[in-house]
């Protein structure tokens, strides 16, 4: 029996994908880039022009600390040009006083600013007084407010969806099984068989934590900018079912990945599909974009999780014959070594000998676990 070769699908390039369909470079833009993130800019209006707070959340890390020294510093000068203009800071020096200049004035507000004070610099008249308690109040507000952001800023969960992993490519193909509705039942009904020999568009994805998401959703898109014009982007909600459910996710809500399983995404490219009757070429030049979403609630932290990720046209591999299994039942890493030297390791898949030493079938139930090999997600077997 002939064993299909494994090829292993490299990350995407900069620019472009070659691939069996010899696609050509792709000159579109992605509506969301490798990153994760919309490629929208906003023209006409500023994202400070109503809500600074969120606007500031947004922010970069060295953006956001760029712009808070720059408004201490600035703070630091103006009530430091206050205090030499009031003309009642004196510095005390061998039994006598001495009236600040600017440079003095400037390092008493520094130590005013952060409640120091050392003793030689200190405001005699009433103005000055007044603007020492002017700074003081101003800074707390100052202090708060960035604290809060900061404090936001770290509590965002928005590191947490780089530990999605999707795979690289989409496969097209007949190869897998997809839901087949009983002609002789009513559509609702979601009575049916699953079957292979109707073309699919074929993903998968995993949560690489161990925790889970709560209160999961998924969503599949198609995005078809205008040929002619750019002006308008027409977006489809494509059917899809997670890995097999009963019944068609277009006519049931089945579409949530609760485990901490990998999740195979798979959309029947038939009558309703924008999808259907086109080639790798009308893909390309419709520049199709299959964007995918999960969302859900991160058990650990208890905060809303997006995900968002796209293939091109340029990232769909034609007539492939399915992806190759990346969850096995073996032994953990950490155990792995101490039943070896028992000698009751065996190999149970030849496929994964090498890349999974620790799989067997002697050992008992109780000491296996499920490995999830997150490396094999974008691999896939070749007609």
């Not at 696609?23 to 400070?48: D, K, Q």
């Not at 708060?144 to 952001?149: E, K, N, V």
């Given at each position: 029996?002939?064993?299909?070769?494994?090829?292993?699908?490299?990350?995407?390039?900069?620019?472009?994908?070659?691939?069996?369909?010899?696609?050509?470079?792709?000159?579109?833009?992605?509506?969301?880039?490798?990153?994760?993130?919309?490629?929208?800019?906003?023209?006409?209006?500023?994202?400070?022009?109503?809500?600074?707070?969120?606007?500031?959340?947004?922010?970069?890390?060295?953006?956001?600390?760029?712009?808070?020294?720059?408004?201490?510093?600035?703070?630091?000068?103006?009530?430091?040009?206050?205090?030499?203009?009031?003309?009642?800071?004196?510095?005390?020096?061998?039994n006598s006083q001495m009236k600040a200049n600017f440079m003095e004035c400037f390092?008493?507000?520094?130590?005013?600013?952060?409640?120091?004070?050392?003793?030689?610099?200190?405001?005699?008249s009433h103005l000055s007084n007044i603007v020492a308690c002017t700074q003081s109040?101003?800074?707390?507000?100052?202090?708060?407010?960035?604290?809060?952001?900061?404090?936001?800023?770290?509590?965002?969960?928005?590191?947490?969806?780089?530990?999605?992993?999707?795979?690289?490519?989409?496969?097209?193909?007949?190869?897998?099984?997809?839901?087949?509705?009983?002609?002789?039942?009513?559509?609702?009904?979601?009575?049916?068989?699953?079957?292979?020999?109707?073309?699919?568009?074929?993903?998968?994805?995993?949560?690489?934590?161990?925790?889970?998401?709560?209160?999961?959703?998924?969503?599949?898109?198609?995005?078809?900018?205008?040929?002619?014009?750019?002006?308008?982007?027409?977006?489809?909600?494509?059917?899809?079912?997670?890995?097999?459910?009963?019944?068609?996710?277009?006519?049931?809500?089945?579409?949530?990945?609760?485990?901490?399983?990998?999740?195979?995404?798979?959309?029947?490219?038939?009558?309703?599909?924008?999808?259907?009757?086109?080639?790798?070429?009308?893909?390309?030049?419709?520049?199709?974009?299959?964007?995918?979403?999960?969302?859900?609630?991160?058990?650990?932290?208890?905060?809303?999780?997006?995900?968002?990720?796209?293939?091109?046209?340029?990232?769909?591999?034609?007539?492939?014959?399915?992806?190759?299994?990346?969850?096995?039942?073996?032994?953990?890493?950490?155990?792995?070594?101490?039943?070896?030297?028992?000698?009751?390791?065996?190999?149970?898949?030849?496929?994964?000998?090498?890349?999974?030493?620790n799989i067997t079938s002697d050992v008992p139930a109780s000491e296996q676990a499920?490995?999830?090999?997150?490396?094999?997600?974008?691999?896939?077997?070749?007609?």
């Open positions: 029996m002939e064993v299909p070769a494994i090829i292993t699908s490299p990350q995407i390039p900069s620019l472009y994908r070659q691939d069996d369909t010899e696609m050509t470079r792709h000159t579109y833009t992605r509506l969301v880039n490798n990153a994760g993130r919309i490629a929208l800019v906003r023209e006409g209006v500023s994202p400070f022009s109503k809500d600074f707070y969120h606007a500031f959340i947004d922010l970069t890390w060295w953006k956001l600390m760029l712009v808070s020294l720059a408004f201490y510093v600035s703070t630091i000068v103006l009530f430091g040009l206050l205090y030499y203009a009031s003309g009642g800071v004196y510095v005390s020096k061998a390092w008493f507000s520094v130590q005013t600013e952060d409640t120091i004070g050392y003793g030689v610099l200190h405001p005699v109040y101003s800074n707390l507000l100052f202090s708060a407010i960035q604290y809060g952001i900061v404090f936001a800023k770290i509590s965002r969960p928005s590191r947490l969806k780089h530990n999605f992993v999707h795979s690289s490519v989409a496969l097209v193909t007949e190869k897998e099984p997809s839901f087949f509705m009983d002609p002789n039942e009513s559509p609702d009904s979601g009575i049916g068989e699953y079957k292979a020999g109707r073309r699919c568009l074929v993903f998968r994805f995993v949560n690489a934590r161990l925790s889970v998401l709560c209160e999961p959703k998924f969503t599949l898109l198609c995005a078809c900018p205008d040929s002619q014009t750019d002006a308008f982007v027409t977006t489809h909600e494509l059917a899809f079912e997670l890995n097999r459910q009963k019944g068609r996710a277009r006519f049931m809500d089945l579409s949530k990945p609760y485990l901490g399983l990998p999740w195979q995404v798979v959309h029947p490219i038939d009558e309703n599909s924008p999808l259907f009757g086109k080639s790798a070429a009308d893909l390309a030049a419709m520049r199709v974009e299959i964007i995918a979403v999960v969302d859900g609630i991160d058990e650990v932290v208890s905060d809303n999780v997006q995900v968002k990720w796209s293939y091109l046209a340029s990232d769909l591999i034609w007539d492939a014959n399915r992806f190759t299994p990346m969850v096995f039942t073996g032994v953990p890493d950490d155990e792995a070594d101490e039943i070896e030297a028992m000698g009751e390791s065996t190999p149970l898949l030849n496929q994964t000998e090498d890349r999974h030493p499920y490995i999830v090999d997150v490396a094999l997600i974008s691999q896939y077997e070749k007609s």
